[in-house]
């Protein structure tokens, strides 16, 4: 029969016995926490966006681009149709479109697809706002009935044209600042490579 002594040693050395099992066992149990995913972790509303130039502007934009395309729609007869129809369609396109952008970049996703030129992509939508609005507005201007609601869509016509004018303006003045910022480090990174090289060549001139 077993006594005290010898029950203490056998458990002491199964105990003794498991820690090094466990130790020398590739599958280790992890302390680390689990975090679950969040999707809308990087999603802020941007209020230094809001305050600025491009942010304003391009609210301005929304609202007068909607105002104008309320004053078309209200127009029930029209005979040729033409101009009403032409300036409805760019009237919301340019509401939809500006509306997004102004929505993306307000709560920073354009951050979530870096890859894409945000920059370039907002001087497109201007520069064709601004060239749209301008021909559909001066189409209206010539075929038009002398209604109010025709009225009150071309004065709104040619302001919001004014304004995706001046966003125009200041968005080819920022790409081309990103442009030369982005040529001037490529050039800086050329030279520093030659710079290397030519050490490099200099230190062991068997390479020349």
Same mark, same amino acid.
């Given at each position: 029969?077993?006594?005290?002594?010898?029950?203490?040693?056998?458990?002491?050395?199964?105990?003794?016995?498991?820690?090094?099992?466990?130790?020398?066992?590739?599958?280790?149990?992890?302390?680390?926490?689990?975090?679950?995913?969040?999707?809308?972790?990087?999603?802020?509303?941007?209020?230094?966006?809001?305050?600025?130039?491009?942010?304003?502007?391009?609210?301005?934009?929304?609202?007068?681009?909607?105002?104008?395309?309320?004053?078309?729609?209200?127009?029930?007869?029209?005979?040729?149709?033409?101009?009403?129809?032409?300036?409805?369609?760019?009237?919301?396109?340019?509401?939809?479109?500006?509306?997004?952008?102004?929505? !993306?970049?307000? *709560?920073?996703?354009?951050?979530? #697809?870096?890859? +894409?030129?945000?920059?370039? @992509?907002? =001087?497109?939508?201007?520069?064709?706002?601004?060239?749209?609005?301008?021909?559909?507005?001066?189409?209206?201007?010539?075929?038009?009935?002398?209604?109010?609601?025709? !009225?009150?869509? *071309?004065?709104?016509?040619?302001? #919001?044209?004014? +304004?995706?004018?001046?966003? @125009?303006? =200041?968005?080819?003045?920022?790409?081309?600042?990103?442009?030369?910022?982005?040529?001037?480090?490529?050039?800086?990174?050329?030279?520093?490579?030659?710079?290397?090289?030519?050490?490099?060549?200099?230190?062991?001139?068997?390479?020349?």
């Amino acid at each position: 029969m077993r006594t005290t002594e010898d029950a203490e040693g056998f458990d002491g050395e199964a105990s003794n016995t498991s820690m090094i099992s466990g130790a020398s066992s590739p599958y280790q149990p992890t302390t680390e926490p689990v975090h679950a995913r969040n999707v809308l972790g990087g999603i802020r509303c941007d209020m230094e966006y809001v305050k600025s130039y491009f942010g304003i502007l391009k609210m301005v934009e929304v609202v007068l681009s909607l105002i104008g395309f309320i004053c078309i729609e209200t127009i029930m007869l029209c005979s040729p149709c033409g101009g009403v129809y032409f300036f409805e369609f760019v009237s919301c396109s340019a509401f939809v479109v500006t509306g997004v952008l102004l929505l !993306i970049f307000t *709560l920073n996703l354009h951050t979530k #697809v870096p890859h +894409v030129n945000w920059s370039l @992509t907002d =001087l497109v939508n201007t520069a064709a706002s601004t060239f749209f609005f301008f021909l559909s507005s001066l189409v209206l201007a010539c075929i038009n009935h002398n209604t109010g609601a025709e !009225i009150a869509a *071309l004065i709104f016509g040619f302001l #919001v044209t004014g +304004v995706y004018g001046v966003n @125009t303006f =200041l968005a080819v003045r920022r790409w081309r600042r990103g442009n030369g910022c982005q040529g001037t480090a490529q050039t800086s990174e050329y030279m520093r490579a030659r710079t290397a090289s030519r050490g490099e060549m200099e230190a062991r001139p068997e390479l020349a």
